[in-house]
């Protein structure tokens, strides 16, 4: 049996995608101006276990600092400039807190795909933290918020220190044994790389009771037909031209 699927058709990659500096309060912001509904972003752990927005294990790619993200506490992260390598309109945007984000997605009513990104050694450590920290910001709301990781570990830790939290697997490879490893995940759903789905690959997972999200589909054409298909979301950085 398929569970009720709460999110909307499209979600935002990362805030606002390529339009503003990804994983910052300014993506969140200028996707909610574009009508987004619902928000992908990547969380990991400061070195004082604080959870924040980033992408990669370094710093180096979207702020001014240097170095890996998990060898700088939260007083040293909140003054690096994570807005001017994208453009002149976001200098001084600041590296944002779990926290402050979900508070910020709460208040416009917008929901949330959390997706854990352990720096290397860290995949039990953070999938628990992580997890732990989404249920206690994100209590007592209507929906909840999804979990997400490439990481395995990540996922069985967060399922330990947050049962109640849905999750889904994300796959960049259609492994042989994609289902057994949702199922022993206790996931509701599958993230594939657009690039892996078909049509019949959507119909095996939904008959096996698991929704299908894909990543990363710019192309208008390309995400209709995916959601022709049935796939039940579709993450995207054209949060201008697919509305949720």
């Keep these: 049996m398929l569970i009720d699927w709460p999110y909307p058709k499209i979600i935002a990659h990362r805030g606002a995608g390529k339009l503003a500096p990804e994983n910052t309060l300014a993506a969140m912001k200028l996707g909610f101006e574009f009508g987004q509904r619902m928000v992908e972003f990547d969380v990991k752990l400061s070195a004082d276990d604080l959870p924040v927005l980033m992408h990669d294990a370094s710093v180096d790619r979207t702020t001014n600092g240097s170095g890996p993200l998990r060898q700088l506490v939260?007083?040293?992260?909140?003054?690096?400039?994570?807005?001017?390598?994208?453009?002149?309109?976001?200098?001084?945007?600041?590296i944002p807190s779990l926290?402050?984000?979900?508070?910020?997605?709460?208040?416009?009513?917008?929901?949330?795909?959390?997706?854990?990104?352990p720096s290397p050694g860290l995949e039990t450590h953070s999938g628990g933290l992580i997890a732990r920290a989404c249920a206690s910001l994100w209590a007592n709301q209507k929906v909840d918020l999804l979990l997400s990781s490439f990481?395995?570990?990540a996922l069985h830790a967060a399922r330990i220190a947050a049962p109640q939290l849905p999750r889904a697997l994300l796959m960049d490879r259609l492994f042989p044994d994609?289902?057994?490893?949702c199922k022993r995940l206790d996931c509701v759903a599958v993230d594939w790389n657009e690039r892996v789905v078909n049509a019949a690959l959507i119909r095996d997972a939904h008959a096996a009771g698991l929704r299908v999200?894909?990543?990363?589909?710019?192309d208008v054409d390309r995400a209709q037909q995916l959601l022709a298909w049935g796939v039940d979301s579709v993450i995207t950085d054209a949060v201008d031209r697919l509305k949720p």
Excluded at 78 to 87: P, R, T
């Design 74 to 94: 939260w007083a040293q992260l909140v003054k690096l400039d994570a807005g001017a390598w994208h453009s002149q309109a976001f200098v001084g945007e600041a």
């Design 178 to 181: 994609w289902l057994a490893r």
């Design 99 to 117: 926290d402050q984000v979900l508070s910020y997605l709460q208040a416009r009513a917008m929901l949330a795909n959390v997706e854990i990104k």
């Design 151 to 153: 990481s395995e570990p």
């Design 213 to 218: 999200l894909v990543y990363t589909v710019n």
